[in-house]
């Protein structure tokens, strides 16, 4: 396995087997509160991995034993004047699309507090992988603001309006056990097993094609919120990529000879 630092409060870790890559949240003295720094790495190390090919999947991890990450740094903030609070918006911006804009599957491993732009890095990851430690939510409007990191769009796509709107208006703190009841992670996994099972599970996603990994994500953003007949033109044109790629040429021939594919990536 392989490290790369960006900045003090990110680090990336390429694994050697699997084409799995974590992006590991590591500001444990302020349980990864996202500072002006750390955003600008996270966009950092986004781009770094979105430009790696041989990167199939990537992981959100945290190396603090009771948060994920409890969202903007409000001591930094504290200090900020408007003309500061203003400059600011576009770093941290670039944090939290970095995530969301990733070409490849990426898996979210949480445990502890995930809240604010904490949870809203896991709302930007296709799966959430949480242990019954997990506490999300988005309490934004308890201190003023709104959840500006994508939550208010990325919440009501996975839980529907009504929800997402009770969730955000109260700014409630939800558990475990109820967040995966209402669909805010989508595994619930044993205390302190969430990084564990998140790897497991972007192994099992990374042994799939490479090209069809991406085309399939590409499918699934871009086809969001569109009508039916445009959102199968959207679908149409990312299989298109597969179609005529090597990749589809030695999966079928992979399944032909019964053998594990042995994927070109193009």
């Not at 979210?108 to 990851?125: K, P, Q, T």
């Not at 056990?177 to 969430?194: N, Y």
Request: aromatic share 4%; hydrophobic share 45%; glycine share 10%.
């Amino acid at each position: 396995m392989s490290e790369e630092r960006f900045g003090e409060f990110v680090l990336v870790r390429r694994h050697e087997q699997g084409h799995v890559a974590e992006l590991v949240l590591d500001r444990p003295k302020a349980m990864n509160a996202v500072s002006t720094e750390m955003a600008r790495s996270v966009a950092g190390a986004c781009a770094a991995l979105g430009e790696d090919r041989d990167v199939r999947v990537v992981v959100l991890t945290s190396t603090h034993e009771r948060a994920f990450c409890v969202g903007a740094d409000l001591k930094e903030r504290n200090s900020f004047s408007d003309a500061d609070l203003l400059r600011q918006r576009p770093v941290t911006r670039g944090a939290y699309t970095g995530v969301l804009e990733l070409p490849v599957p990426t898996v979210a491993a949480v445990h502890g507090f995930a809240l604010g732009g904490g949870f809203e890095l896991a709302l930007a990851c296709d799966v959430i992988v949480a242990d019954r430690t997990a506490v999300v939510g988005l309490p934004e409007v308890s201190v003023g603001v709104i959840p500006g990191g994508g939550g208010t769009q990325l919440l009501p796509r996975r839980v529907g309006a009504a929800r997402a709107a009770e969730l955000i208006f109260s700014a409630r703190r939800v558990e475990a056990v109820e967040a995966r009841e209402l669909g805010l992670v989508d595994q619930l996994v044993e205390d302190g097993r969430d990084r564990e099972e998140a790897l497991a599970l972007a192994g099992r996603i990374a042994a799939n094609s490479p090209v069809g990994l991406r085309a399939a994500k590409r499918a699934l953003r871009l086809g969001q919120g569109l009508d039916l007949r445009a959102g199968l033109e959207v679908e149409d044109a990312a299989w298109r990529t597969t179609a005529f790629s090597g990749d589809r040429a030695e999966g079928v021939a992979a399944f032909n000879e019964r053998r594990t594919p042995r994927w070109p990536g193009e």
